[in-house]
């Protein structure tokens, strides 16, 4: 398999007694470009909005048309995503689901 940008490739090996059997595996590499190392900020609400801001502009959506196809107030993202409001689950489940990925995604840098 030929690699390109959107795969990483990882070694493998596994030991025998008898011989050593060397695996590649070629996994993909996230397609995001994180504008902001979450590993700094405390607040668990800013760093839930780097990671929607980061699918968000991934994906291709401005703020209004993510607002529009998760059918929530354009306004309220956006202080979501500048950490200044709480956010339910039903909210983070439109989000996901506007953005196609799962809700672990978003959180997952939490």
Not at 78 to 92: D, M
């Given at each position: 398999m030929a690699a390109d940008q959107s795969c990483r490739q990882t070694t493998l090996r596994f030991q025998s007694c008898a011989s050593t059997i060397r695996l590649t595996v070629w996994r993909?590499?996230?397609?995001?470009?994180v504008v902001c190392d979450v590993s700094s900020v405390k607040d668990h609400r800013k760093v839930l909005g780097i990671s929607i801001r980061n699918y968000r502009t991934d994906a291709g959506f401005t703020l209004e048309s993510l607002a529009e196809k998760a059918e929530l107030h354009p306004n309220f993202l956006?202080?979501?995503?500048?950490?200044?409001?709480?956010?339910?689950?039903?909210?983070?489940r439109r989000i996901a689901r506007a953005l196609k990925v799962r809700v672990r995604d978003l959180v997952d840098a939490l």
């Open positions: 993909p590499v996230p397609k995001f470009v956006g202080r979501v995503e500048r950490g200044e409001e709480y956010i339910s689950i039903a909210a983070l």
